[in-house]
């Protein structure tokens, strides 16, 4: 239930919105060409889509493609009240305010990945700017588009440089560039990324689980026994064909820990990766 409920506009388009909820709520997104930045200033909210889910806590935020349909979110505690501020992100907009050159965040990246949310941990630089978006909806008479505008370039320039600019340039760049990809071309692509399980059910938009019975249903295995087995393959074919150091081809075949990559190839080829290679070699 909305209690109280404010916004601002910008070139007819609704631009930054506060509301504050009672228990119990549920929002859902309408199916539109925007993206959306919610920042929970009290209370938690979790998300949710088909079979993808996950809690934003308080101070924390949610950036949210919203092109496709079936996206809610709600309350998580009966008792406590609610408070989210929305920025929202429409194409045609920022084409109006960037009129030489869209920003590097909304451009495509290479990656395969159709990843539509991210969370964003407590950023001081973004709750300074929450706070100053609080300033505004208390004295909304100072408020014009030439103001709006600032703020629609600060959230972005604040976004561009937090420590998931990678992930926020993928989300954002499909207002622009729809990503497509099917669950395989997203696995087949990310396979000797430096990327696990969960990294790789939120690029096909699944909780951990749903992506796990997905996966099992297609490849008849579990992702973690999967992906394994290829990357060792695959340090098997580079171990007899390449000169790489060890610590290298390990690297490229997704392993972070060098011990943890000598033991799986002990464990599937009964032979360290480096004696694996000098047997080939006397062979």
Do not use: W
Not at 195 to 218: I, M, P, W
Request: net charge negative.
């Amino acid at each position: 239930m909305v209690s109280d409920y404010k916004k601002f506009d910008l070139f007819g388009k609704t631009f930054i919105q506060k509301v504050d909820l009672k228990p119990p709520f549920e929002f859902a997104f309408p199916v539109a060409e925007q993206a959306c930045f919610l920042y929970m200033l009290k209370g938690e909210m979790e998300y949710q889509s088909a079979g993808d889910h996950l809690k934003v806590p308080t101070h924390h935020s949610l950036l949210l493609n919203c092109i496709n349909s079936g996206k809610q979110i709600h309350d998580t505690s009966s008792n406590s009240e609610g408070e989210i501020v929305i920025v929202t992100f429409h194409p045609d907009i920022l084409k109006k305010v960037y009129d030489k050159e869209i920003p590097l965040i909304f451009k495509p990246t290479n990656q395969v990945t159709n990843q539509c949310r991210k969370t964003i941990n407590n950023d001081f630089l973004i709750q300074k700017y929450i706070e100053g978006l609080l300033f505004y909806f208390e004295n909304p008479s100072l408020v014009n588009d030439e103001i709006l505008v600032l703020k629609l370039k600060e959230i972005i320039l604040l976004l561009s440089q937090t420590q998931d600019a990678e992930t926020i340039q993928v989300i954002l760049s499909q207002l622009f560039s729809p990503a497509a990809y099917t669950f395989k071309q997203i696995i087949e692509a990310n396979l000797f990324e430096q990327v696990g399980v969960e990294d790789l059910a939120q690029k096909t938009n699944l909780s951990v689980s749903s992506f796990k019975r997905e996966f099992k249903k297609l490849y008849d295995d579990s992702p973690a026994n999967y992906i394994r087995t290829k990357r060792l393959e695959r340090a098997a074919e580079l171990l007899l064909v390449s000169h790489e150091r060890i610590t290298d081809i390990a690297f490229d075949c997704g392993f972070n820990d060098l011990a943890n990559f000598t033991k799986s190839f002990h464990d599937r080829y009964t032979v360290s990766p480096s004696n694996f290679r000098l047997k080939i070699k006397e062979d």
